[in-house]
């Protein structure tokens, strides 16, 4: 269904969320916001109607939605992407 120019994807330029949209959703509209911004300003983006979805983790919309409790919602708990990392 996002995989259409009606929909708006907040993006920040060259993070997971961007990889994510290019890479499953090339049709949709981006909507990119500065890496200064942290992933809670993707979420800001939807509050205020700049965009229609993003991606994120569970713990940063628990964070987000304890200071702006039902501004915005879930729609899928499932992953759509897993990206490996590793530490030094």
Do not use: C, W
């Amino acid at each position: 269904i996002l995989n259409d120019p009606a929909y708006k994807i907040a993006i920040l330029e060259g993070e997971a969320t961007s990889i994510i949209a290019r890479q499953l959703f090339p049709k949709a509209n981006l909507h990119d916001i500065s890496q200064m911004q942290q992933s809670t300003g993707l979420l800001q983006e939807i509050e205020t109607n700049k965009a229609d979805i993003t991606f994120t983790d569970i713990s940063t919309f628990m964070t987000y939605n304890k200071t702006n409790p039902g501004k915005i919602e879930i729609l899928n708990t499932t992953p759509i992407n897993v990206f490996p990392t590793s530490m030094l």
